[in-house]
């Protein structure tokens, strides 16, 4: 059974830093598309960033310029570095994988930016 586990979310000050991590396990053959989405209070779920297996990487107008995604396929992770954070990046962020076919989701993990 495959599982997506995230973690590297929690509070920070406007201005400041996170990296989100969504590390891949078990029976897997090949990981196609990976990338994150996030939910405010409220509000629908938007994609915030995914990446290509071969590197090509998309970013909502929101996330460009201050957040980067990447992957390590030999660790079946992806990450995602947050600079530059505003108080409206603040939701709860899932990751999500295209693994064999299929599309797993992180179990999400809370990010909040006080002002």
């Known amino acids: 059974q495959v599982q997506l586990v995230e973690s590297g979310g929690g509070l920070v000050q406007a201005g400041g830093s996170l990296r989100l991590s969504c590390a891949a396990s078990?029976?897997?053959?090949?990981?196609?598309?990976v990338g994150w989405y996030r939910q405010a209070p409220g509000k629908q779920r938007e994609l915030v960033a995914f990446?290509?297996?071969?590197?090509?990487?998309n970013y909502a107008d929101s996330a460009k310029g201050r957040f980067t995604i990447s992957r390590d396929n030999a660790k079946n992770a992806q990450y995602l570095q947050m600079n530059s954070l505003k108080p409206e990046d603040t939701a709860v962020y899932y990751c999500?994988?295209?693994?064999?076919?299929?599309?797993?989701w992180g179990q999400g993990t809370q990010v909040t930016v006080s002002s």
């Open positions: 078990g029976r897997i053959f090949s990981i196609n598309a």
């Open positions: 990446i290509r297996s071969g590197g090509s990487t």
């Open positions: 999500y994988a295209n693994i064999d076919g299929l599309t797993y």
